[in-house]
């Protein structure tokens, strides 16, 4: 396996406990299933994405909140035992930590309810008092799972001190001040670019100029819409390029997209192009899909490298 590349990487964003419930198919509205079993795993997407770039490599901080109960502190030990460095990461009393009720079927689809908990305590000051950590960044990753104040407070003080930023916007806010804040690599699904673009990702190609216009007000550099099996597009003001996605049978989706957000910010740390971390990250979402949890599935580098050498890419 290679060395891991290092690349110091602060991560600000939710930490949850996910109870997992498989299902034959998900339930309509108003219905009731019966599950065919349930976990208990961790989750949440920030926490996630942290640790899918320390796989991937990376040295990665933590900015965000756990409750002050059991389950923080298990959560906790777990960062630690991942290489994490938690040293900003809050314990809140009188708050449970973050936890997410899932859904998953047998074709792998997933449906999610987020129960925020100590994730939402996570303020504008707490971020300010990490602003040196930030800075010395090569990334900064953040979703909109905390927040969405303190979302905008991190990026202010990475756009400050040129620390490129990393955004999944996910779940969706529609309150976001796009264009207030620079994005240097924007990161969403079809159907998250769909929503928040108005404009249908598939006839991306027919229509540059009116996405370059809306990239450019919102002050976005690189635009990433992942497409499952489909190709993963990059468009920027001036390129657009299509990376094929490594196309497997998935068991569980949930902390797929998680898996490339963590790799791909790990390769722009280590200085990729959009394209090659693009590459990294499609493996890496893929393998994510191979095995139940959100976490349990997110590859080391070395897996992902082997992958993509099997599919005849020569990485290194
Ligand atoms: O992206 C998957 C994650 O979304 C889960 O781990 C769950 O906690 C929710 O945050």
Redesign the pocket.
Known sequence: MPLPSSAPITVVG?L???LIASVQRLPSPGETVAALGITR?????G??QALAASRHGATVSFIGCLGDDPDGRDYRNHLRREGINCSAVGSIRNQPT???I?AVDAAGENQ?I?IPGANAQLSGPTVKMQRSRIAVSKALLLQL?VPLETVVDAITIANQTNVPVVLNP?PANASFPWGKVSIQHLIVNASEAKALFDLDPNQAKEALPVWRKKLASMKVGTLLITRGAEPTLILTATTFDQVPAIKVKPIDT??A??AFAGAYTCQIAEGASPQQATLWANAAGALATQKEG??EGIPLRGDVQSLLQKKGHEVQ
């Open positions: 939710s949850n406990m996910d795993r961790f989750g949440g997407k926490a996630n973050g936890s997410a899932i999610i987020v799972e996910s949930v902390g997209g998680d959100a976490q």
